[in-house]
């Protein structure tokens, strides 16, 4: 029963450099989210799907990517990363009441 | 305006107290309401669905005032188990959106 599986748990990028944070559901849901939560503050969402083949912008995407293959699969991705974007990232899962989380990906870009 | 206002704390309480927090969103067409706990360097985990009639599980108790547009958790016989952020969210127009986190600390 794994859930939510994000990889990887950690990363340290360089300036410019790019990067993917994988997202893999099990639970069939539609809807899928994307956030980052700076030290001592809530989340923001950055992207997020309701379906496969559909994804919107969240409150903070720039700098981000993202796609939606298939139901299970919603990946991020990091085109040039900078120091504002380090972070921690979570990836949820949705159907009609409670989201699950990932256990999160810790991103520091140096 | 923020679409969901939490106030972000910190509350420091004695153990055994009760403590309320309360959340503002200026979607009125929101459709779902929760509360998440969050230890430190987790992941958020549901704690609670809110619903209009107000519901309870153990200890705690989460309301709806639509009217109001806010939703708040109480917290009765806090124990030290209970220390975490506890964050809001807010389901519409496809989107869940948290508030910022209020941090709890149970004192002994």
């Known amino acids: 029963n794994a859930g939510v599986t994000q990889t990887p748990k950690f990363r340290i990028l360089k300036i410019g450099q790019s990067m993917t944070l994988q997202c893999t559901q099990d639970m069939n849901h539609n809807y899928m989210y994307w956030y980052r939560q700076d030290p001592g503050m809530g989340l923001k969402l950055i992207y997020y799907?309701?379906?496969?083949?559909?994804?919107d912008k969240g409150e903070v995407p720039n700098g981000y990517n993202v796609s939606r293959s298939t139901t299970e699969d919603f990946p991020l991705r990091l085109e040039l990363a900078a120091p504002s974007q380090t972070s921690v990232y979570f990836c949820a899962s949705r159907a009609n009441t409670e989201a699950f989380f990932g256990q999160g990906t810790r991103l520091t870009v140096v | 305006r923020k679409e969901v206002e939490q106030d972000p704390g910190p509350f420091n309480v004695p153990e055994g107290a009760t403590v309320a927090f309360n959340c503002t969103y200026s979607n009125s067409a929101s459709q779902s309401f929760f509360w998440y706990r969050q230890d430190c360097r987790k992941e958020p985990k549901l704690l609670m669905s809110v619903y209009s009639s107000g519901n309870e599980d153990g200890r705690f108790t989460a309301q709806l005032n639509r009217a109001s547009q806010y939703i708040s958790l109480l917290i009765r016989d806090s124990k030290l188990s209970d220390s975490a952020t506890y964050l809001c969210a807010v389901f519409g127009n496809e989107k869940l959106t948290f508030g910022t986190g209020t941090r709890l600390t149970i004192i002994p």
């Open positions: 799907s309701v379906g496969a083949g559909i994804t």
